[in-house]
């Protein structure tokens, strides 16, 4: 499964990527109106490069053709804000794979911490990978109620 850091011109699949897994995957675990205020729209290609752009790890997993399949971030102080998946590309190990490619660019960083907050589906995925749940949470998005987990992992340099 090819690895590769973020190019601006997957930016377009990266928001696509995003859209889709929280209206087909995370919609199975939260309401329509959480899915909605989550996202309400699919975000710019500009978001996607300006995430690329600002200092924090962003690799992406592709297919045998070049295209994003899923994609993940890591920033300076251990937290990863993004870890997404094509719903058609869920359940193939291709996530578990990006997954552990970030766990040991941040172990390279000599990063000792990885913390998310982690979506319904996204705590299953981080438990099998040896994260604690720290604390249930609710955020709110558009003055709607979205629970998800803070979780940590302590890594090995």
């Known amino acids: 499964m090819p690895i590769?850091?973020?190019?601006?011109?997957?930016?377009?699949?990266l928001a696509r990527i995003f859209f889709?897994?929280?209206?087909e995957i995370a919609k199975h675990y939260?309401?329509?109106?959480?899915?909605?205020?989550?996202?309400p729209v699919m975000p710019t290609a500009e978001r996607f490069?300006?995430?690329?752009?600002?200092?924090?790890?962003?690799?992406?997993?592709?297919?045998?053709?070049?295209g994003p399949l899923a994609y993940g971030d890591l920033e300076a102080d251990g937290r990863m804000?993004?870890?997404?998946?094509?719903?058609?590309?869920a359940g193939?190990?291709?996530?578990?794979?990006?997954?552990?490619?970030?766990?040991?660019?941040g172990a390279d960083r000599g990063l000792t911490r990885l913390f998310v907050e982690a979506s319904e589906p996204a705590r299953r995925f981080f438990l099998k990978k040896g994260f604690e749940v720290v604390e249930r949470r609710d955020s709110?998005?558009?003055?709607?109620?979205?629970?998800?987990?803070?979780?940590?992992?302590?890594?090995?340099?």
């Open 30 to 39: 939260y309401s329509e109106e959480q899915v909605n205020a989550w996202a």
């Open 4 to 13: 590769r850091p973020f190019r601006s011109s997957d930016a377009d699949d």
């Open 20 to 23: 889709a897994a929280i209206h």
């Open 81 to 89: 804000d993004h870890l997404f998946c094509r719903p058609d590309a």
């Open 140 to 157: 709110e998005l558009s003055g709607i109620p979205i629970p998800n987990f803070a979780m940590e992992k302590q890594i090995d340099r």
């Open 49 to 66: 490069v300006q995430r690329g752009a600002d200092g924090r790890l962003l690799l992406v997993a592709v297919n045998d053709s070049g």
């Open 92 to 105: 193939t190990g291709v996530t578990s794979v990006l997954y552990d490619h970030i766990e040991a660019a």
